[in-house]
């Protein structure tokens, strides 16, 4: 009789895939699957039927050259803990035999390679070979990424676009994002990262076995996605100069940036600041399984000598002053990935803050964290990994000083601005949900949104610089700036005292960018005015959008008044800073409610010019999903008020809610204008 051949393994891809929630890395030609959960693949024979009393069956699971060898058992046969392989017996075709291969919860992530063998009675032996990718299970209760919530996994894993803030905290502007996890070419990309990463060219064997810790992944990432001491993805640029790459602002998704960076043979992409290092780290550990989050902090403080303390300095007219080495950003962006903390003990778990922007050395490199949040609201410093830095940088108190000739002549204490919100976006929802008392105790429900304000009185700690008490002063804007629009803001003057008093005012706008010290004043104005005792006096003002069109976009605007009293030339400040939110792009898209794959879509962009000038500009569109690649349009001038329309077309090619976003850069100013649409996909 014949005796039996293994022709070849299917891996039955699109059943493994569906199960594994890993269908939609469907163009990757590998079988990709998770970890803690079996997979079944169906052996071809030749010749006689598989005889399971005398034919016995061996699979051996190869990561680099660590291995696993097991028998397949004719019993169902599932583990946490280790490697196992079986049949199921119950309808069993004898000539096309399906084995079930299950990895243990904590396996390395990686590219696997397997040989399927079958030993004959008289010890004959045939064998075929297949490919899988392993990820982390968030589905898997044993695996130490596991998340109990089905909408959350669904946002944090699975979710290929969202929304990143920036702006103020006053003022959140939403970004869209595409993450592109299953944009072609993603995924291998992400799996390179890991293999270029320093510590796995060191040791190869050490680096594969330690690849079953998301503490111990999500390190060597953070670390990657910067290009300060590896081959890593991203160049930082905070420079103002970008010729030699792409501004960061244009970037609108994660993918371009990781295939440039794959097709450049690993040389990093230029250039990225803190939101594209944070959502490109978010792209690669939503495609390795790990859950993640893009996280906002406003008020951002980089506290460079530890002391929890950053100063800030203004001129007696109310220009801020560049003196500082320290520095608060207006935004900072990082992300929190989901994991339990086995090194640290259960009440660690959950949600772990990593920010991959270089900013400080962390065990000689440049990365941050893991540092769970649960440590940094308990000020556990004594805990891993850069507790210090983050709790710093939502904790820290902001002195404003006012300097003349180097004499101090005001001074007050805010110890609310730091931290002031940090934010992601919300579970299945386009907004931002706040998660500022995850990170520290709130001291009061409105402590996010207090106006600054500045006070001499007794027991004010203006007492420092020699000034008695006396007069308070708030400067509130009316409302969240609008472009447009006029900034409309109150300056309320308080005299505390029951003496008249004559007071100079000075106000002063200059604007900056989210992370620098502000440029030259573009607006002020200086006045004097008559307090009778007691009194309060407020003083409307308004900066005209002539006056600040070039401070719409990006660009923030810091305002501070400086009151003078005449007779005692004691001054007192009161600052804030503000973002002028952009016009947005309107998406609209037909036949809404009947968008299925492979069917041809029609969508209208539109815009509004709100400037007092004529504007032009190039208009960008694109969607994972929904496009292939990014579609680009010219947008000839548009007269102030005019409106202008362009349709496009798209053919979805994938189901579930995918994100059609637009950015249109106007040429003759510093600006882009941004629109978005969540587009549902349904099964045709």
């Known amino acids: 009789m014949e005796d039996l051949s293994l022709k070849y393994v299917s891996l039955e891809k699109s059943e493994n895939q569906e199960k594994h929630r890993t269908e939609d890395f469907s163009t990757h030609k590998s079988l990709v699957v998770r970890r803690g959960a079996p997979f079944r693949v169906s052996l071809q024979l030749e010749g006689r039927p598989l005889n399971p009393k005398t034919d016995s069956l061996r699979i051996k699971v190869m990561l680099g050259r660590l291995y696993v060898v097991m028998p397949v058992t004719f019993v169902k046969q599932v583990s946490s803990t280790r490697w196992t392989a079986y049949v199921e017996p119950?309808?069993?075709?004898?000539?096309?035999?399906?084995?079930?291969?299950?990895?243990?919860?904590?396996?390395?992530?990686?590219?696997?390679?397997?040989?399927?063998?079958?030993?004959?009675?008289?010890?004959?032996?045939?064998?075929?070979?297949?490919?899988?990718?392993?990820?982390?299970?968030?589905?898997?209760?044993?695996?130490?990424?596991?998340?109990?919530?089905?909408?959350?996994?669904?946002?944090?894993?699975q979710k290929d676009s969202g929304l990143l803030f920036m702006g103020t905290a006053k003022n959140v502007v939403s970004r869209p994002w595409s993450f592109d996890q299953y944009e072609p070419g993603v995924l291998e990309t992400c799996l390179n990262l890991l293999q270029v990463s320093p510590l796995h060219q060191q040791n190869r064997r050490r680096d594969y076995l330690k690849r079953h810790d998301p503490v111990y992944i999500s390190r060597v990432i953070s670390a990657m996605i910067n290009s300060e001491d590896d081959r890593g993805v991203l160049k930082?640029?905070?420079?103002?100069?970008?010729?030699?790459?792409?501004?960061?602002?244009?970037?609108?998704?994660?993918?371009?940036?990781?295939?440039?960076?794959?097709?450049?043979?690993?040389?990093?992409?230029?250039?990225?600041?803190?939101?594209?290092?944070?959502?490109?780290?978010?792209?690669?550990?939503?495609?390795?399984?790990?859950?993640?989050?893009?996280?906002?902090?406003?008020?951002?403080a980089h506290d460079t000598n530890g002391n929890l303390l950053i100063e800030e300095f203004y001129t007696e007219t109310g220009k801020k002053l560049n003196h500082s080495k320290?520095?608060?950003?207006?935004?900072?962006?990082?992300?929190?990935?989901?994991?339990?903390?086995?090194?640290?003990?259960?009440?660690?778990?959950?949600?772990?803050?990593?920010?991959?922007?270089?900013?400080?050395?962390?065990?000689?490199?440049?990365?941050?964290?893991?540092?769970?949040?649960?440590?940094?609201?308990?000020?556990?410093?004594?805990?891993?990994?850069?507790?210090?830095?983050?709790?710093a940088a939502v904790n820290a108190d902001v002195h404003s000083i006012v300097l003349s000739e180097g004499r101090v002549l005001g001074y007050s204490k805010d110890t609310e601005r730091v931290g002031s919100l940090i934010c992601t976006k919300a579970v299945?929802?386009?907004?931002?949900?706040?998660?500022?008392?995850?990170?520290?105790?709130?001291?009061?429900?409105?402590?996010?949104?207090?106006?600054?304000?500045?006070?001499?009185?007794?027991?004010?700690?203006?007492?420092?610089?020699?000034?008695?008490?006396?007069?308070?002063?708030?400067?509130?804007?009316?409302?969240?700036?609008?472009?447009?629009?006029?900034?409309?803001?109150?300056?309320?003057?308080?005299?505390?005292?029951?003496?008249?008093k004559m007071m100079k005012v000075h106000a002063n706008a200059q604007a900056k960018e989210y992370n620098h010290s502000p440029s030259d004043?573009?607006?002020?104005?200086?006045?004097?005015?008559?307090?009778?005792?007691?009194?309060?006096?407020?003083?409307?003002?308004?900066?005209?959008?002539?006056?600040?069109?070039?401070?719409?976009?990006?660009?923030?605007?810091?305002?501070?008044?400086?009151?003078?009293?005449?007779?005692?030339?004691?001054?007192?400040?009161?600052?804030?800073?503000?973002?002028?939110?952009?016009?947005?792009?309107v998406i609209e898209v037909a036949n809404e409610s009947s968008i299925v794959p492979g069917k041809e879509q029609t969508a209208t962009v539109s815009f509004t010019n709100p400037f007092s000038h004529p504007v032009s500009g190039a208009l960008t569109v694109a969607g994972a999903g929904l496009l292939q690649g990014k579609i680009h349009f010219r947008m000839p001038q548009l007269r102030p008020g005019g409106t202008a329309q362009q349709g496009i077309t798209f053919t979805p090619s994938m189901v579930g809610t995918k994100m059609l976003q637009a950015s249109?850069?106007?040429?003759?100013?510093?600006?882009?204008?941004?629109?978005?649409?969540?587009?549902?996909?349904d099964r045709a």
Not at 91 to 119: D, E, K, W
Not at 356 to 375: D, I, L, M, N
Not at 670 to 680: A, D, L, P, Q
């Open 90 to 157: 119950k309808g069993l075709n004898l000539q096309s035999p399906s084995i079930y291969i299950s990895s243990p919860a904590a396996a390395p992530v990686g590219s696997y390679r397997f040989q399927v063998s079958v030993f004959t009675l008289n010890s004959q032996k045939t064998q075929a070979s297949g490919r899988f990718i392993l990820l982390c299970n968030p589905w898997c209760p044993e695996d130490t990424v596991y998340i109990p919530f089905e909408d959350q996994r669904d946002e944090y894993v």
């Open 664 to 681: 249109l850069l106007l040429t003759n100013m510093n600006s882009t204008i941004r629109g978005f649409k969540m587009v549902f996909v």
């Open 236 to 300: 930082g640029n905070w420079s103002g100069d970008y010729k030699q790459g792409v501004h960061p602002s244009l970037w609108t998704g994660s993918g371009e940036i990781l295939r440039q960076w794959t097709q450049s043979g690993f040389s990093p992409v230029k250039y990225g600041q803190c939101w594209v290092f944070a959502a490109v780290m978010c792209t690669v550990m939503r495609v390795l399984g790990i859950p993640c989050r893009v996280v906002t902090n406003f008020d951002s």
């Open 428 to 500: 299945g929802y386009p907004r931002h949900q706040s998660l500022t008392g995850e990170y520290k105790y709130l001291k009061s429900p409105t402590s996010t949104i207090s106006s600054r304000s500045s006070t001499m009185s007794d027991g004010s700690t203006l007492r420092r610089a020699g000034l008695s008490k006396g007069v308070a002063v708030l400067l509130i804007l009316d409302k969240a700036p609008v472009a447009g629009e006029p900034v409309r803001f109150t300056v309320k003057v308080i005299n505390k005292q029951n003496v008249a």
């Open 521 to 585: 004043t573009f607006w002020e104005t200086h006045g004097v005015i008559q307090l009778a005792p007691m009194e309060a006096k407020v003083i409307p003002q308004q900066i005209l959008p002539a006056q600040y069109e070039d401070v719409v976009g990006d660009d923030l605007v810091n305002l501070a008044v400086v009151l003078q009293d005449m007779a005692s030339q004691e001054r007192v400040l009161a600052t804030e800073e503000f973002n002028i939110a952009s016009p947005e792009l």
């Open 326 to 391: 320290d520095s608060i950003w207006n935004f900072h962006v990082w992300v929190e990935c989901w994991m339990t903390r086995q090194d640290l003990g259960k009440e660690m778990d959950g949600w772990q803050v990593l920010d991959p922007t270089p900013q400080e050395r962390s065990g000689g490199v440049f990365c941050c964290g893991p540092a769970p949040v649960k440590a940094i609201k308990g000020q556990r410093i004594d805990l891993f990994y850069d507790i210090p830095f983050v709790y």
